[in-house]
């Protein structure tokens, strides 16, 4: 923890030494900003599957929110992943505490509204830390006190006032469609009730080492869009038969009757996704190519033709 402390003021000082928040970190790097909340329509892709009699998952942490979404659906085991450590901190220590703490109202206030504004002051930001902190266990209480603590210093020193979430998270758009627990209050509250009963595993590992790190069998395993990361690990250029490989060894640690969601893909009205990479920049794994395995979903853009999750069922 102490590390990851050290890593987190460093990203910080450094942006507030120039006035701005410009500096993200090393892409797919242990220590970067973490994403502030989904950009996927994760409510309708798992809309795909039946979870009945399902009680366990493997994801990628994130945002934490396809976390919240799984265990709204029922799944009570979750082992979680990612390179970043900082999600860690960020999903099982503040975003839990705020479901804990607040009702349905507030909480989409504050984390849609209030946290992402660029009015909200240091002070402000500081008080509402400061009330989730009893609301966690002391290890994430701990890493918030000290972050919170060195940001108001750092930005009393060089006189800014910049949004912490700025300096730490990527600031993306919100959609509350596209989370179900998230569309209305009684969803909001099952999760509030079951995030209490939910056992939740964190460990900060690259997704091409699942099969080594992990040795539950598991009802899904939730990929989001990290494969677009495997060139670190593969090269430029991998192509379908290395996918169809990883494949295989994530069926070793899944049930026989489970669902693997390798990637989520969109398709812009602009450029049609049939003949294009659909691992744009890391692959030569092109669309028509796994036409079978893509399940179809709609997205609320005027600018997407389609939305596609490549779900593979096992049986």
């Known amino acids: 923890m102490e590390k990851c402390i ?54 990628v942490m994130a945002s934490g929110d396809h976390v919240f979404n799984l265990i709204t659906n029922g799944i009570t085991s979750i082992d979680t992943f990612d390179t970043n450590e900082l999600t860690e901190y960020y999903v099982l220590g503040l975003r839990r505490a705020m479901i804990l703490k607040y009702d349905y109202e507030e909480f989409r206030h504050i984390t849609i509204s209030l946290l992402r504004s660029d009015q909200i002051s240091v002070d402000e930001i500081n008080d509402i830390i400061n009330e989730l902190l009893p609301y966690m266990d002391i290890k994430h209480r701990t890493f918030w006190k000290c972050i919170i603590d060195f940001n108001f210093k ?63 069998k598991y009802d899904f395993i939730l990929l989001s869009n990290i494969i677009d990361y495997f060139f670190k690990s593969w090269g430029i ?22 669902a693997i969601f390798l990637k989520y893909i969109m398709a812009y009205v602009k450029k049609s996704v049939s003949r294009e990479r659909i691992f744009p920049n890391s692959s030569a794994v092109k669309s028509d190519l796994i036409d079978e395995e893509v399940h179809r979903i709609s997205v609320p853009f005027d600018d997407v033709a389609y939305a596609g999750m490549v779900l593979k069922r096992l049986k």
């Not at 998270?169 to 939910?198: G, H, M, P, V, W």
């Not at 192509?239 to 494949?247: D, F, G, T, V, W």
């Open 154 to 216: 750092i930005q009393r020193k060089y006189g800014t006032k910049i949004n912490l979430f700025s300096l730490i998270s990527a600031k993306n758009e919100i959609i509350a469609d596209f989370n179900n627990y998230l569309c209305n209050k009684a969803n909001y509250n099952l999760l509030k009730q079951r995030i209490k009963e939910t056992n939740i595993r964190f460990k900060c590992v690259n997704a091409t080492n699942l099969v080594q790190e992990f040795e539950g």
């Open 237 to 258: 250029s991998w192509n379908y038969s290395k996918l169809r490989e990883y494949e295989k060894e994530l069926e070793s640690i899944t049930r026989d009757d489970g």
């Open 6 to 59: 050290q890593n987190v003021e460093y990203l910080i000082e450094k942006q507030v030494k120039n006035g701005e928040s410009f500096f993200f970190g090393e892409p797919f790097s242990r220590y970067q900003k973490f994403y502030y909340c989904t950009n996927e329509n994760i409510k309708e892709y798992l809309n795909l599957v039946n979870f009945e009699g399902k009680n366990s998952a493997l994801s």
